[in-house]
């Protein structure tokens, strides 16, 4: 009986659910870039439309590059416009991990060009005065159990000379200063972390890209790439092109066109729903800041207000091999009244997922294999971090020395028999979902 209730519960907050990026609901996917041509020959080419292709896309084409832009979906299809709009610092290994891979040095270099891309990406908007509802509204990064708030703690205490971030801790006590739940030991609030709507973000590239005289072809999937003495020749569905450059830019959706490069990253499921609407008074008093959040499982959960701060946005890795949003939609809801018991009942209008990409060091990569430019690996930060490697990307390709990045000569990892098919994922879920229920 108790199931057929709870059953009951889940259809009747689901009854008018749309299985769509709640961000569509303002930009929809643009379908004028599906008629558009694909021309004999072209300066650069570019795989994927995203924010790697787009913002690679809109330095190659202001330096009078002829650049076109192919993606086999709509453009933006991806996770551009599927994710939570939260831009960090994004690197996740910490100095210490990264001085024992690499030494002091590199660890540094690389932990600053995760400030670099956030310092970036604000800059660049606020330059370009782009409407996106970017803002600086800071992070609490709670922690699910006590030794994880001292560990915290401990970070903000002891951090390396040179890559300060301006960060308080939260305990316990005073937790309810920045969220309304009891379901966590206190956590640290990254004061310059930021939020933005993706979706209409992408689409101020997209109209900077084409006003540039960059070329964007939608339902285009490019099917095979040879060498040739003179640069490239791609086959797409629209025909032949001959590149004299190529980016690829596929990030968690690169696929059997790159086989190289497909071996090195893991596409990993990012689950997310959006609540109805709710009171001004339950929201002031759930997310009382209106900050961007996230926990410290290994499993994660995210959230935030939407830019109007009328809803919530959820989102996690509920599941490895399940892309059914009308799946892991409840099961986002279940953890959603967990962490807010007030939201039991509160309507689901939107569920959907997307595809980030991890990598085996937790790093992100820009560089060239056989002649091919890449920059991708995000690992589930890759807001400021694909656009940011995007320009660089760009910046390489033409030649100047601003485009390098500390990413460039790090060994791109795979591991043996491994050939984009993560079937490691799932024990790993297990095995990460226990950890965290642990309370070390």
């Given amino acids: 009986m108790i199931l057929g209730v709870l059953h009951k519960m889940t259809k009747d907050i689901f009854a008018d659910c749309k299985y769509a990026p709640y961000w569509w609901d303002r930009t929809p996917r643009p379908q004028e870039f599906a008629r558009a041509s694909v021309p004999k020959t072209v300066d650069v080419a570019i795989i994927g439309s995203g924010y790697t292709g787009l913002n690679a896309a809109l330095v190659t084409a202001r330096a009078g590059r002829h650049t076109v832009v192919f993606d086999a979906e709509d453009a933006g299809f991806g996770c551009s416009t599927r994710n939570a709009g939260q831009i960090s610092t994004s690197i996740k290994p910490s100095y210490d991990a990264l001085s024992r891979r690499y030494g002091p040095q590199k660890a540094f270099d690389i932990l600053k060009e995760g400030q670099n891309s956030l310092a970036w990406i604000g800059e660049f908007v606020r330059s370009e005065k782009m409407d996106c509802d970017f803002a600086v509204v800071g992070r609490f990064f709670a922690a699910h159990n006590k030794a994880r708030f001292e560990a915290l703690a401990r970070s903000v205490s002891s951090q390396p000379k040179g890559l300060e971030v301006d960060a308080f801790v939260v305990p316990q006590s005073e937790m309810h200063s920045e969220l309304g739940t009891d379901a966590y030991c206190g956590g640290v609030v990254y004061t310059q972390h930021a939020a933005i709507d993706p979706a209409r973000y992408h689409q101020e590239l997209l109209n900077r890209v084409w006003a540039s005289g960059g070329e964007v072809v939608a339902h285009c999937p490019v099917t095979h790439i040879d060498k040739e003495a003179s640069g490239f020749r791609l086959i797409t569905a629209r025909g032949e092109i001959r590149a004299r450059n190529v980016i690829v830019a596929t990030n968690g959706y690169t696929g059997n066109l790159t086989p190289w490069l497909r071996r090195r990253v ?114 589930g930060s890759g807001v400021a971090m694909a656009s940011y490697c995007g320009m660089r990307v760009g910046q390489q390709l033409l030649g100047l020395k601003e485009g390098r990045t500390a990413f460039d000569d790090l060994s791109f990892q795979t591991r043996p028999l491994y050939t984009g098919n993560p079937w490691f994922l799932a024990p790993s879920l297990v095995y990460y979902k226990l950890r965290d229920a642990l309370p070390i």
């Fill in 266 to 379: 893991i596409p990993i499921g990012s689950y997310v729903i959006v609540t109805e609407p709710l009171p001004p008074e339950l929201m002031k008093r759930l997310m009382p800041k209106g900050r961007v959040v996230s926990d410290s499982r290994r499993v994660i959960y995210y959230y935030r207000p939407t830019p109007d701060g009328r809803r919530i946005l959820f989102g996690g890795r509920v599941s490895v091999s399940e892309t059914d949003p009308r799946i892991s939609g409840p099961k986002l809801a279940a953890e959603l009244t967990r962490i807010f018991p007030e939201l039991a009942g509160k309507r689901i209008t939107h569920s959907w997922c997307g595809f980030v990409a991890y990598t085996f060091d937790e790093l992100m990569h820009v560089g060239q294999y056989d002649g091919l430019y890449y920059a991708m690996g995000y690992c």
